[in-house]
């Protein structure tokens, strides 16, 4: 696993699926009285060894297998699990796991340029060749991929002055979670719908929650809206069911089933409390952040039309390129013992662009205008390029200081 970059260690990987298979044969003893091998949750937690990370010790892990294996028991309809078990672990660490359980780093499956490419068509083909012929769930994947390609190419012309399309798409159509995703969570056949109707209307529908998701999030918001369709459909057969049957249908508690899963979980997340509670002690900070509002500390940064000035043909990666100019530096300008600032703020409004800030005292700055830097400000189109300006003139500053 080294040369795909996985930050995980195979001892751990194989932990947590022994926990995790040990786990459901313990489940399904005390509350089905059977004993099947557990081959289902093997699968699951194989998934989250590689698509979650765990901070400070192996004790994390234990929350994630948990809750994947106890979905199966809590959330059922007609005597069968309705989630799926990794999708429903994933988006629950995600929301409340914190720094301690989170996704795993970027950088994993991805050992050169070319792995990316590789481990995508990997996935990809293993998944079509040995599991989704099989299942018959080729209306949800052919479904969700469309609209997916359709929300992503919405995405990339709105932000098409952010981020260029070509990264956009390489981004999301070589990462191998996102495979994952597709071919083996969304089209389990345990949880997923066999007619072909409805599984062109979840396919749909992940992809529109996707794009509605991105407006909050950045990374992996397929997980949260895969989760989303399936818990709309739960509530939908749920109250199918009981309009139904009213008179046969029950939403009576089994007592026995919440005991020993509660039971079980007790140390679980003792463990996870516990931990996450030393983990604060030993890297607790003596000083508090508080936010300061501009009226207050009197820097400001109103966005600029630097980039609308740029050649059309440039645009896409005119952000990039000017930002690398933005800066700060600090320095005592005028001696009196209280560091000030100077901000170069490229993209900013001319009224914000390259300003040096007087500290005043009690994190309250003074906007000082330097009239040699203002004629090169104004005008971008005709002079040097006013990142390189800004950079002598920081260059000057320190020399000044230190004469």
């Not at 999030?217 to 939908?236: E, I, K, N, P």
């Not at 800066?327 to 009196?336: F, K, S």
Request: net charge positive; hydrophobic share 50%.
């Amino acid at each position: 696993m080294s040369f795909l970059g996985f930050s995980r260690k195979p001892f751990q990987v194989l932990l947590l699926i022994l926990l995790g298979a040990g786990l459901d044969l313990l489940l399904t003893g005390l509350l089905k009285n059977k004993k099947v091998f557990p081959l289902s949750a093997m699968i699951s937690c194989c998934s989250l060894a590689i698509i979650l990370n765990w901070s400070y010790d192996f004790h994390n892990l234990f929350l994630p297998v948990f809750i994947c294996i106890a979905s199966k028991y809590i959330f059922t309809l007609n005597g069968k699990h309705f989630f799926n078990p990794s999708l429903f672990a994933i988006c629950f660490c995600l929301l409340f796991g914190g720094e301690y359980v989170t996704l795993a780093p970027s950088y994993q499956w991805y050992g050169s340029a070319q792995s990316a490419w590789v481990m995508m068509y990997f996935v990809a083909t293993a998944g079509l060749l040995f599991f989704v012929f099989k299942i018959n769930r080729s209306w949800l994947i052919g479904s969700f991929l469309i609209t997916f390609i359709i929300q992503t190419l919405i995405r990339a012309y709105v932000m098409k002055y952010v981020i260029p399309i070509e990264t956009l798409f390489i981004g999301a159509l070589t990462s191998p979670a996102f495979y994952l995703f597709t071919f083996y969570m969304i089209t389990d056949p345990a949880t997923s719908p066999s007619k072909k109707s409805d599984q062109i209307w979840v396919g749909i529908s992940i992809a529109i929650l996707d794009l509605i998701f991105h407006l909050k999030f950045s990374l992996y918001t397929f997980f949260f809206a895969g989760l989303t369709v399936a818990a709309a459909r739960y509530v939908y057969f749920l109250i199918k069911k009981y309009w139904s049957a009213p008179e046969t249908f029950s939403m009576e508690i089994d007592w026995k089933k919440y005991a020993v899963l509660l039971l079980v979980a007790s140390p679980v997340f003792w463990s996870f409390s516990f931990n996450k509670h030393a983990a604060l002690s030993a890297s607790a900070l003596t000083m508090k952040l508080r936010a300061i509002p501009a009226q207050e500390s009197g820097l400001s940064g109103k966005r600029g039309n630097v980039i609308e000035s740029v050649d059309p043909r440039l645009q896409n990666v005119a952000k990039w390129v000017l930002s690398v100019g933005d800066a700060a530096a600090v320095a005592d300008v005028n001696l009196d013992g209280l560091p000030d600032l100077f901000m170069t703020q490229i993209l900013k409004d001319i009224s914000d662009r390259g300003k040096l800030y007087l500290n005043k005292g009690q994190l309250n700055f003074e906007k000082v205008v330097i009239p040699d830097l203002e004629r090169y400000l104004s005008d971008n189109k005709n002079t040097e390029h006013p990142a390189l300006l800004i950079f002598w003139t920081l260059i000057m500053m320190g020399i000044k200081i230190y004469l």
